[in-house]
């Protein structure tokens, strides 16, 4: 089992003034621990299950160039993209260039955009939530059109792209890792079996129903579904003095056994980095080989 690090939160105690090297720090220290991947929110506001909408939050995809610069191992993703927040073409252009500048280390994790309340306030597109689902899977087929080696134009419902153009390609191959997140059984998992690579769900009562439906999606796709990497969201807490890394290692053991191969998830206090470190040195050997 890999692990993860999501950063969820940017209210931390420096404040602003801070913020780049507190982050830099933490992204360092994550490399460093052994977390395979480096995650932000894309979200402008934040969110209510983290905090106030006033509180700190940054434009994912500036941060992951950020992040970047201070990394050399992690791979790098949103958990994941509001896939109307950006015109398709442009969307894979930034990737691209996070993973030509990163040396092949982005991933596209995107969905169809949920928080209406951020998209409002700036302004942002949010059409209604089935064309905010048709616009997701237009989106996946331009990237995937754009990461070829032709330059064919494309001609959807929502977008038309004269030419299709991505110069440089990006380094990862065949493309840039998709990761598909949500757990909606008819549209989001259906995606995940047609265009993915990775899915994202949540580690509720549900996740062993939603790995059966992705199952039988895969089956109508005509795709492997063990080639699939199955995700979940976590939470992180391995207590003040890392006293807490067994609990963790436990619970990923039950995850692994439902045949979950990753987990992405937020460190209570991470600016504070030794709980990375606790992480990396108690948890991430422990669940290698689960």
Not at 10 to 28: E, I, M, Q
Not at 66 to 87: D, I, K, M, N, Q
Not at 179 to 190: N, P
Not at 191 to 208: D, I, K, T
Request: with cysteine; hydrophobic share 40%; charged share 25%.
């Amino acid at each position: 089992m890999k692990i993860g690090l999501q950063i969820p939160d940017f209210t931390w105690p420096g404040g602003p003034s801070t913020l780049g090297a507190d982050l830099a720090r933490v992204a360092r220290t994550a490399d460093d621990a052994g977390f395979n991947r480096i995650a932000v929110m894309d979200h402008v506001f934040q969110i209510s299950m983290v905090g106030p909408a006033e509180n700190a939050m940054l434009e994912a995809y500036t941060t992951l160039g950020f992040l970047a610069a201070h990394t050399s191992r992690a791979r790098l993703l949103t958990l994941v993209t509001g896939a109307v927040y950006r015109p398709p073409g442009l969307l894979a252009k930034i990737v691209t260039t996070l993973d030509v500048l990163s040396g092949g280390r982005a991933e596209l994790g995107i969905g169809a955009a949920w928080n209406e309340e951020e998209a409002r306030g700036l302004g942002l597109s949010f059409p209604p939530v089935a064309e905010r689902f048709e616009r997701l899977e237009e989106t996946l087929q331009i990237c995937l059109r754009m990461w070829d080696d032709g330059d064919a134009p494309y001609e959807g419902r929502h977008y038309g792209l004269e030419r299709t153009l991505n110069s440089p390609q990006a380094l990862s191959r065949p493309h840039p890792p998709i990761m598909v997140g949500g757990s909606g059984e008819r549209k989001t998992l259906r995606f995940v079996a047609r265009y993915a690579q990775a899915c994202n769900l949540f580690p509720g009562p549900e996740l062993a129903h939603k790995l059966d439906v992705l199952r039988e999606h895969c089956a109508a796709e005509g795709r492997d579904y063990d080639e699939i990497e199955k995700t979940v969201i976590f939470r992180f807490d391995p207590g003040e003095k890392g006293e807490k890394t067994g609990e963790i290692v436990d619970t990923l053991g039950k995850l692994a056994e439902l045949g979950i191969d990753s987990v992405i998830g937020g460190v209570a206090d991470v600016w504070r980095v030794t709980p990375l470190e606790a992480i990396g040195a108690d948890v991430i050997p422990a669940v290698a080989d689960l």
